[in-house]
């Protein structure tokens, strides 16, 4: 079988690392292609996965929707050179593409049509199958494949993850010292217009708190002013995940991370005008009791509810009980995608 993956953001080389290795193992070919950006380079390279580099996304409305034409004809000559048989990917390109070709476009996503209305209307009508969570609750018709599993589970389900005590000596932490990771978001992507997270006073105000209570690790999408560049983490990108796992607290405005954080049992505390929009956070907050939101009109709400965490003793045990709950209402994603993909005629 010959499979194309298309990768537009750095969590997609997680979302289908294991896959990739995985149906290779199985004597597939897989063909990669991915959006030129420096994350996205260094991960694929870092796991040793041969990508083909379509270049660099748009910018603006004119230049994003250019760009999407030059990224759909790409991939649709790649699907025809290396003769696919089935297209996936977080993507708008391979959902156009295949209709052009004999080849199937399986559609992943974890974000509602509230949340990414463009990517939807966009990629939806045109894709052969939509692989979506349960806990989006919305219906897409008979190619819309819902799942008890979440994007983060492809790579953090405990079959594909173990956290690795190494990373502490890296950090300069000793085992059972109390350390919280941070994490800044730029809000650029298109669906993140007129989107806020926490203010620089905020942010000051958290480091002021933190500070007291154990080491503080930042990492952040856009460049960090001086007084934040002490705290900047310096480890390898690709370990960040067995950072979040003995974090003591994760606290950002990205949503990205605070469910890595979640799903790994770490209390993860968000804080941007996506709170209540997106059903996979909503759940993790009602349902598992692994993180929470508030807007950054909550300010106060959110500190008061930071300092009470502080306070719990027993927090970590807690947060890896509720993640066990989890975990038993969810399924390993990379062994459905591997049952699935292999299923499909």
């Known amino acids: 079988m010959n499979i194309l993956i298309d990768i537009g953001h750095p969590a997609h080389v997680h979302l289908f690392k294991n896959f990739i290795w995985k149906m290779k193992k199985r004597g597939n070919k897989v063909i990669v292609?991915?959006?030129?950006?420096?994350?996205?380079?260094?991960?694929?390279?870092k796991y040793n996965i041969n990508y083909i580099n379509l270049g660099k996304k748009g910018s603006g409305l004119f230049g994003k929707t250019i760009k999407q034409f030059i990224f759909?004809?790409?991939?649709l000559f790649f699907l025809y050179k290396f003769k696919i048989d089935k297209a996936m990917g977080t993507s708008i390109s391979i959902s156009h593409a295949c209709l052009f070709h004999k080849s199937k476009s399986y559609v992943f996503n974890e974000d509602?049509?509230?949340?990414?209305?463009?990517?939807?209307?966009?990629?939806y009508p045109f894709a052969d199958y939509i692989i979506t969570p349960k806990c989006l609750n919305e219906n897409h018709g008979k190619k819309h494949i819902q799942i008890s599993s979440l994007h983060e589970l492809a790579y953090l389900h405990p079959d594909n993850f173990k956290p690795d005590k190494k990373i502490l000596k890296e950090l300069n932490v000793k085992e059972g010292e109390k350390f919280f990771i941070l994490r800044f978001n730029a809000f650029k992507a298109h669906h993140d217009k007129g989107i806020k997270g926490l203010s620089l006073e905020s942010?000051?105000?958290?480091?002021?708190?933190?500070?007291?209570?154990?080491?503080?690790?930042?990492?952040?999408e856009e460049e960090l002013g001086k007084e934040f560049n002490k705290y900047k983490i310096k480890i390898d990108p690709a370990k960040i995940h067995h950072a979040l796992y003995y974090a003591h607290l994760f606290i950002g405005d990205s949503n990205s991370m605070m469910i890595e954080a979640a799903v790994l049992g770490t209390p993860a505390v968000r804080c941007n005008d996506f709170v209540g929009r997106c059903p996979v956070i909503?759940?993790?907050?009602?349902?598992?009791?692994?993180?929470y939101g508030f807007k950054p009109k909550e300010n106060d709400k959110m500190f008061i509810k930071i300092k009470t965490l502080l306070k719990n003793k027993n927090l970590k045990k807690e947060?890896?009980?509720?993640?066990?709950?989890?975990?038993?209402?969810?399924?390993?994603l990379t062994k459905w995608m591997v049952d699935f993909i292999e299923k499909q005629n």
């Not at 759909?72 to 991939?75: F, Q, T």
């Not at 000051?204 to 503080?216: E, P, S």
């Open 33 to 45: 292609t991915a959006k030129d950006s420096f994350m996205i380079n260094y991960l694929l390279k």
């Open 72 to 75: 759909d004809l790409k991939i």
């Open 112 to 123: 509602n049509v509230e949340s990414a209305p463009l990517f939807a209307k966009s990629a």
């Open 203 to 220: 942010k000051r105000k958290l480091i002021n708190l933190l500070d007291k209570h154990g080491k503080i690790f930042i990492t952040s």
């Open 282 to 291: 909503e759940e993790l907050e009602h349902k598992y009791g692994l993180t």
């Open 319 to 332: 947060w890896q009980q509720k993640r066990e709950k989890l975990l038993k209402d969810k399924i390993d």
